[in-house]
C-alpha cells in the first residue's frame, strides 16, 4: 500500500492548519478561498470549516483509540491511499505528490476513512440515502479493516464522476499520527492527469 500527500506545487509539504492558532489558520483560509480548483471551495466559511475540522479530527482520534491505535500527535498528517484523482483536478493540476510505502509507519499510528474524513463524518448522518454505504462510511478503519475493505470494494479512482451511488467516494483518505520520517521533499513529483505516483492543506 502507497500512501501518497498532495500540495500545491508553490507551497512546502505536510503543513496543516490544526498546527496554526485559531486566528492564523482562519487568516491562511481567507487567502485559501479565493483561489481557484475545487480543493479551494472548502474555506468559504473559514470559522465554521475549522470547527467542523476540530470535530472531525476529535471523532477519528478517539475511534482510532478505541479500536487500539496509538495516536502520538492531537492532529494528524493527510494522506491517501494510492492517488486520487478529484485532489489533482481540484488542485487544477498545479500540485506535486510525495509518497511513502505504508511500511515506512507504524500501524498503531495510522488510521483510515473511506472517503474523505469530513465527508465521512458528515454522512454517518445520511444512512437513508441512496449513496449511504454502511461498510464503509461513517467508520474509522485501522490497516487491517481498510485492507478487508478495500479487498471488497477496491480504492476509488473516478466512480464519483459517473455513479450517484458513489459520488462521494473520492478517495480513501489516511491519516498519520506520528512525525513523517525525514525524505528529500524537493523530490516531489509534478502529479497530473498522465502521471502515477510512486490533504491539501
Avoid at 142 to 153: A, M
Amino acid at each position: 500500500m502507497l500512501l501518497t500527500h498532495y500540495h500545491h506545487r508553490d507551497e512546502p509539504p505536510l503543513r496543516n492548519l490544526s498546527a496554526l492558532t485559531r486566528a492564523d489558520a482562519i487568516k491562511v483560509m481567507l487567502e485559501l478561498r479565493n483561489r481557484s480548483g475545487a480543493v479551494y471551495h472548502r474555506f468559504q466559511n473559514p470559522q465554521e470549516y475549522l470547527e467542523n475540522r476540530q470535530r472531525v479530527e476529535g471523532w477519528i482520534r478517539q475511534e482510532f483509540i478505541n479500536k487500539g491505535g496509538r495516536p502520538v500527535n492531537a492532529y494528524p498528517h493527510y494522506f491517501v491511499v494510492g492517488r486520487s484523482l478529484w485532489i489533482e483536478e481540484g488542485y487544477q493540476n498545479q500540485c506535486l505528490s510525495i509518497h511513502y510505502p505504508i511500511t515506512a509507519f507504524d500501524p498503531s499510528q495510522v488510521s483510515f476513512t473511506y472517503p474523505d474524513s469530513m465527508i465521512s463524518y458528515w454522512l454517518k448522518s445520511q444512512a437513508q440515502q441512496v449513496f449511504y454505504r454502511p461498510e464503509y462510511h461513517g467508520q474509522v478503519f485501522t490497516l487491517s479493516e481498510i485492507q478487508e475493505i478495500i479487498d471488497r470494494f477496491g480504492v476509488p479512482i473516478d466512480e464519483w464522476r459517473s455513479d450517484t451511488m458513489r459520488k462521494f467516494d473520492l478517495f480513501i483518505e489516511a491519516q498519520v499520527w506520528s512525525g513523517i520520517p525525514a525524505q528529500d521533499h524537493g523530490d516531489s513529483i509534478v502529479t497530473g492527469e498522465n502521471q502515477n505516483p510512486i490533504e491539501p492543506v
